[in-house]
């Protein structure tokens, strides 16, 4: 029937969490002012989460999981997108509390939606996804902040991870020299084809440290938290700035305000998921000018919606390396 269509639905009920590929039908969508068809989606790690129940993503139920997605709008009463058009969402709580993007269609509200960037696929995109946007808004906010390549090496920690892989080669491709720390060594020849200059061990960071430690980055993009974050203000040079969007290694931040006071250090947080869109617009559009199609090819799979369980799993145990973009249709 024509207004049928598949998607990953995830139900609790009795207390018994379950997520699978049905067939649905568009009444079951909320009334919002944009329809579209998916394109492509992507899994995230909060994808996984929400999919396989290992982490608490989702607020309402039924849910349909899917943070990201590129679509083609069917049906739209915004005046802003017309009937056709290629829109891009990341975040704003689509796949957590709205229906989201793993699915043949989506209803969605214009505010949450941007173009597609012309110089984009609908796949490239996904294959960029919230991990590479995240990267992108945290050097934008580097570089707001002041730090130019010539002001000396950029940390990125977890930089075997979503957000850490894309900040490396992005930094790279804009001139920087990056150190890289990571938990897996064994990865350092790809780390270094990505663009670090060098790799440490993340256990350099990891452990309690002193308030003000040896003057060593310019700048740093943390994904980790915790004693990593503290560590990294007490290295940063006079005037450094580091960003940070994530919490890998825990949500605490056991540090000391000396760095603050004593080098004027800042230390900005990363938002992505309500991020303005004038914001938004802009870390895309500079995305789709650095991002090569080479490199996206090399750093993902693709897979179909009846892949998507699986894979959720498999990205929960650790096997996967790189991006998984999911074609809808
Ligand atoms: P990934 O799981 O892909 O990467 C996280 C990386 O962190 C791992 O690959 C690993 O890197 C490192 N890591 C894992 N555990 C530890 C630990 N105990 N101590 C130190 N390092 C560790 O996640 P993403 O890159 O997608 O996301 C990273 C973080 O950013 C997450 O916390 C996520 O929730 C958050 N995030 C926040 C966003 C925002 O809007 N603020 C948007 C997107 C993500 P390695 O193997 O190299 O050591």
């Not at 049905?22 to 068809?37: A, C, F, G, K, V």
């Not at 004038?278 to 693709?302: C, G, N």
């Amino acid at each position: 029937m024509k207004n049928e269509f598949k998607a990953i639905v995830i139900n609790n009920i009795d207390n018994t969490y379950t997520a699978a590929l049905q067939t649905i039908t568009t009444d079951l969508l909320p009334n919002n002012n944009i329809e579209l068809d998916v394109l492509f989606s992507t899994l995230n790690y909060k994808d996984g989460l929400a999919i396989t129940g290992k982490g608490p993503v989702v607020r309402t139920f039924p849910m349909i999981p899917g943070i990201d997605l590129v679509g083609k709008i069917t049906k739209t009463t915004s005046n802003e997108f017309q009937n056709g058009q290629l829109v891009l969402l990341n975040g704003f709580g689509v796949g957590e509390k709205h229906l989201g993007g793993l699915a043949q269609k989506a209803s969605l509200n214009s505010e949450w939606l941007i173009p597609l960037p012309v110089k984009l696929s609908p796949k490239q995109a996904m294959q960029i996804g919230t991990a590479g946007y995240t990267a992108m808004l945290s050097i934008i906010a580097l570089e707001k902040q002041g730090i130019t390549p010539d002001s000396g090496d950029v940390l990125v920690t977890g930089a075997n991870g979503g957000v850490g892989s894309f900040a490396v080669y992005l930094l790279n491709l804009l001139g920087y020299s990056v150190v890289a720390a990571t938990g897996r060594l064994e990865q350092t020849d790809y780390l270094k084809e990505l663009g670090a200059k060098q790799v440490i061990h993340r256990d350099e960071l990891s452990t309690p440290g002193k308030a003000l430690a040896k003057e060593r980055f310019a700048a740093a993009i943390d994904s980790v938290g915790s004693h990593t974050l503290a560590n990294i203000c007490a290295s940063l040079k006079y005037g450094g700035v580091v960003t940070a969007c994530g919490l890998a290694q825990g949500m605490d931040l056991p540090a000391s305000v000396a760095p603050f006071i004593l080098r004027g250090i800042s230390l900005m947080g990363i938002d992505s998921v309500m991020r303005p869109k004038s914001d938004r617009v802009e870390a895309w559009q500079r995305l789709a000018e650095l991002v090569e199609s080479s490199y996206l090819d090399k750093i993902s799979t693709e897979i179909s919606l009846p892949d998507v369980i699986e894979a959720a799993n498999n990205l929960m145990a650790g096997t996967i390396r790189g991006r998984v973009v999911v074609n809808c249709q």
